[in-house]
């Protein structure tokens, strides 16, 4: 079996499962009790929250602990837009964005709220200067994902905060795909709010984080007896919690990716002398994740290609909602003709994946397509 869908989710790291074993045993406390057995808890959430802190470079009480990048992405548009007290809040985001942003959107839409959805180019790449054009006196907040999911696209975002810092406008980036496989270090890129997702780099799913830079007014998404400094009540799950810190600790590494990047190109090598024109490239050539190869077979259904190949596990386009018949959005917003995007696939590779694996994959697809 090929799993070349780390982009969808990743296998937990032996370190961080080994991490995480404690808490579903031992360490069975309440994080918030003053007593013997709170007191593990509560230091293990501590030092989780400082790893993720020290992979972001922020200070821990900048933190917020979450359920997943989508409750990151909810608390950070929903909770500035609710914050603001303005009677119609406006919203500056990307025609490419993940459903965890365009959904909040289209619910603040129905709300009251303008939402302005800026163009990319045909590599994927959102234009700083369309992003200074939809800023309005109402503007509340901008939010561009640091990297896509399908296509690998990197957004200039540190170019983007330049800008919304001399209007006086918050930042958002969901960085679920960008963490530990591209540098994340939040004044480095200028940002306000941040979204993490453990189960993209190694981490075990359903847990995430948000950054939330010092001072930045946030309404509360979750509401109850003001755990995370007030900022998202419920108590902590300190089993995922602790997850999410070793596998921050773990990101932190990026060395592995350029071996990662070689495979990468190496497959793309691969299929362009095989296929001609009859394979494309999807997205930024160059500005783009190390490990993320989205091509389009010209002529043929994605989805049957991969039902050819059981053997690998991939996807047609973005995992959380890919088996639809329609065409991603995000190829539809770059301009990709509907034809050519039928026949996408997304092999996105990981720290296991090896040259080996490509061979087959290469072999599968030769007696297939």
Known sequence: ???????????????????????????????SSTHWAGAP??????????????????SPAEVVFTSGGTEANNTALIGAVGASGRE???????????????????????HGADVTYVPVDETGLV?????????????????????????????PIAEIARITREAGVLLHTDAAQSVGKI???????????????????YGPKGVGALYVRAGTPL????????????????????????????????????????GLRELRDWLWLQLSDHYGEGVVLNGHPTQRLPNTLNVSFLGRDGREVLAA??????????????????????????GVPREAGAGTVRFS???????????RLLELLAANV
């Not at 200074?132 to 907040?141: D, G, Q, S």
């Open 88 to 110: 119609r809040p406006h919203i500056v985001t990307s025609a490419v964005e993940h459903p965890a942003i365009v959904e909040p959107c289209r619910y603040l839409e129905r």
């Open 309 to 334: 190949m059981p053997e690998v596990a991939a996807s047609t386009g973005s995992a959380c909602h890919s088996g639809g018949t329609e065409p991603s959005p995000v190829l539809a917003a770059m």
């Open 219 to 258: 309404a509360p998404f979750m509401h109850g007896a003001g755990h995370e400094s007030g900022r998202r009540a419920g108590t902590e799950n300190v089993i995922l919690d602790v997850g999410l810190g070793a596998a921050a600790e773990l990101a932190g590494d990026l060395v592995w990716t350029a």
């Open 183 to 201: 540098p994340t270090r939040v004044d480095e890129l200028g940002v306000d709010l941040l979204s993490v997702a453990a189960h993209k780099f």
């Open 41 to 58: 808890a509560a230091e293990a959430v501590s030092g989780a929250r400082g790893r993720v802190a020290a992979l972001l470079g922020c």
């Open 127 to 155: 234009d700083p200067d369309d992003v200074a054009r939809a800023l309005r006196p109402e503007t509340v907040i901008v939010s561009v994902m640091h990297a896509n999911n399908e296509v690998g696209t990197i957004e």
């Open 1 to 31: 079996m090929i799993y070349l869908d780390y982009s969808a989710s990743t296998p937990i790291a032996p370190e961080v499962r080994e991490a995480m074993l404690p808490y579903l045993g031992e360490h069975y406390g309440n994080p």
């Open 349 to 359: 590779l990981g720290r296991a994946t090896t040259r080996r694996d490509l061979e």
